[in-house]
């Protein structure tokens, strides 16, 4: 069983916001990390630490933390953000990383 | 820019052993986290080992007795091996490089995995 909880799914109407939850202990020590997966691509890393976000990543998507829950927001929500969207950072040991079981986000 | 780019068998039989490399082109070796991840069809990812700059490996404990990760820095390359293979190991192999950095202010640390091969998709079946 996965350390980091997600929902399976969530939907959002085209052009709506969207919050992406991520639960887990190994939260209150490392700023989750989040990946959109398209089918047949590989993961691509969208947020990561504080509220950062690569080069090239749309500023529509946002990161936030609180206690033992990460979030990824994703503030207009348009058609080419439908993907499987996960969360990742080490488990409350350290030793290695975890994920959560992926959220599958239907834009509407 | 920095790519991974990875090679390996993609059909293999039962108690065979999967070999996989994965090559670092376009930045630096060292520093970072060498990390594999897997996705079996239709589910989530798993994370399977890594190794770290100085060379040490850790495992995913579920798959800590088959598994072992090697890197070669002369070559800017890392393998990973599975051996005793079964068709649960059938999925999506990823290489990836990962960092971990500490924010000494806050006390927070923080793990991404920012470059990703392309995947080499294993099947394992007789």
């Known amino acids: 069983s996965s350390e980091l909880t997600q929902d399976p799914a969530v939907s959002v109407a085209l052009g709506q916001t969207v919050r992406i939850t991520c639960q887990g202990d190994s939260l209150r020590t490392y700023y989750a990390s989040w990946y959109q997966q398209k089918p047949g691509q590989a993961p691509v890393l969208v947020i990561f630490?504080?509220?950062q976000r690569p080069s090239g990543i749309p500023d529509r998507f946002s990161g936030s933390s609180s206690g033992n829950t990460a979030s990824l927001t994703v503030t207009g929500a348009q058609a080419e953000d439908e993907a499987d969207y996960y969360c990742?950072?080490?488990?409350?040991?350290?030793?290695?990383?975890?994920f959560g079981g992926g959220t599958r986000l239907t834009v509407l | 820019q920095v790519q991974l780019q990875q090679w390996g068998a993609g059909l293999l039989k039962p108690s065979e052993t999967l070999s996989l490399t994965c090559a670092v082109y376009g930045g630096s070796f060292s520093r970072y986290y060498w990390t594999w991840v897997r996705q079996p069809p239709g589910r989530g990812l798993e994370w399977i080992g890594e190794?770290?700059?100085?060379?040490?490996?850790t495992y995913n404990p579920s798959l800590k007795s088959r598994v072992s990760i090697s890197a070669d820095t002369s070559k800017n390359q890392f393998s990973l091996k599975l051996t005793s293979l079964t068709a649960a190991d059938t999925a999506v192999y990823y290489c990836?490089?990962?960092?971990?950095?500490?924010?000494?202010?806050?006390?927070?640390?923080?793990?991404?995995?920012?470059?990703w091969g392309k995947g080499t998709t294993v099947t394992v079946s007789s």
């Open positions: 190794i770290n700059p100085s060379g040490g490996t």
């Open positions: 990836a490089r990962a960092t971990i950095t500490t924010i000494a202010v806050v006390g927070y640390k923080y793990y991404y995995m920012d470059v």
């Open positions: 630490g504080v509220n």
């Open positions: 990742n950072s080490r488990d409350t040991s350290g030793e290695h990383p975890v």
